[in-house]
C-alpha cells in the first residue's frame, strides 16, 4: 500500500498537484478505517457504517475471504 501511494506521489509531482501522506496510519484511516465525520457518525466504524460489521476478526476474515478468492482467480487465469 506504502508503494502504491508513493507512485501517486510520483503522477502528483510530474502533474503539479500536492503530494499525500504515505504513512501506515494516515493510509489506514483514508483507506481502511475511514474518517467518521465522512460519514457523520462517531459512534460506528467506516465499515459498520456500511453494515460489514466492525470487528478485527470481521476485518480479517473479509480479507481472508478476499485473498482465496483472488487466487482462485489466478489459478482459473493460469489454467485458461
Sequence with gaps: MVWVCE???L??????KPEVACSLPWLDERWRDGKPSCWGGEDQSARESLGHGGGDDDTREDEADASKALLGRLEAFERS
Design 7 to 9: 507512485q501517486h506521489n
Design 11 to 16: 503522477v502528483n509531482q510530474s502533474l503539479g
